[in-house]
């Protein structure tokens, strides 16, 4: 056929996927702002912006047959299972046309982890992790009135247990690799946001 896809990318177990992409996870406890520093990264860097959340939420509203089953689970601060989310993330990569993607929110835990790296042979150039404290993470989620069902006290104290559980032995597993680049995400937006673009900035780009 020759087609545009068939020439720039490749099949990994059975499934087309974009060529020697570049990937760097943007982790965080919910309400640390990762959604929000993604949008300037994309802005300045030219990353294409994949929240794994955002995926499972517009596949609720795709009227698809896991929809009842994913709602539940964020209803419930729970992680959806590593095949259903992986898909998505890997459809969308394709569909996006970039090789430069920003995965939000994943992997949430070691199995999602694992079962990424299995299925598509993709490891992250780097972690981004926001360290945000907890506290501040609740009020941020309280008041971030995008009529969302898992934005309410109990299913966030819900996902905070998760968080420390399943999430963090995910980022340790990178620090272990040297990969990962914590922010102190604590602080207003654009204070964050500097020390994000520092990490993007190539080295011999830097000042001395
Ligand atoms: N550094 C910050 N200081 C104060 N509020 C923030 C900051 N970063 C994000 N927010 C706000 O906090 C809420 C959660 O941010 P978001 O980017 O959605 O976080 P996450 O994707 O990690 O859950 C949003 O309402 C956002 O506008
Ligand atoms: O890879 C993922 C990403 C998200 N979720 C579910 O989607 C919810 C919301 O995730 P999102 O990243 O949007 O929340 P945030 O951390 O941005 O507040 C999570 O609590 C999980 O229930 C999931 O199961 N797997
Ligand atoms: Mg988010």
Redo the contacts with the bound molecule.
């Keep these: 056929m020759g087609s545009v896809v068939e020439s720039t990318n490749k099949e990994v177990n059975g499934s087309v996927a974009v060529k020697n992409p570049t990937v760097v996870f943007v982790l ?5 702002g ?2 929000t520093q993604c949008t300037n990264i994309v802005q300045h860097f030219g990353y294409t912006h994949l ?4 995926l ?2 517009a596949e609720i509203k795709s009227g698809s047959e896991n929809g009842t089953m ?1 709602q539940n ?2 209803k ?5 299972p590593s095949e259903v ?1 992986i898909k998505l993330l890997q459809r969308a990569m394709l569909e996006s046309g970039n090789d430069k993607f920003l995965i ?5 835990n070691e199995e ?1 982890r694992a079962a990424f790296e299995e299925v598509t042979k993709i490891e992250p150039a780097f972690v981004l992790f926001f360290d945000c404290p907890e506290e501040e993470m609740e009020r941020r ?1 309280l008041s971030r009135n995008q009529g969302r069902e ?2 309410n006290i109990e299913t966030i104290r819900k ?1 905070f247990k ?1 968080f420390l559980e399943s999430s963090l032995p995910v980022i340790e597993h990178y620090t272990a690799r040297e990969k990962v680049r914590k922010i102190d995400a604590g602080r207003p937006v654009e204070e964050v946001f500097e020390s994000v673009k520092a990490v993007f900035t190539p080295k011999d780009e830097k000042a001395d």
């Excluded at 929240?51 to 955002?54: E, I, L, P, Y």
């Excluded at 939000?104 to 949430?108: I, L, V």
């Design positions: 965080g406890g919910p309400g640390s990762k959604g929240s794994a959340g955002d499972l939420r994913i689970m964020i419930e601060g729970k992680i959806v989310t939000d929110g994943f992997p949430r999602n989620l898992d934005d996902r998760v």
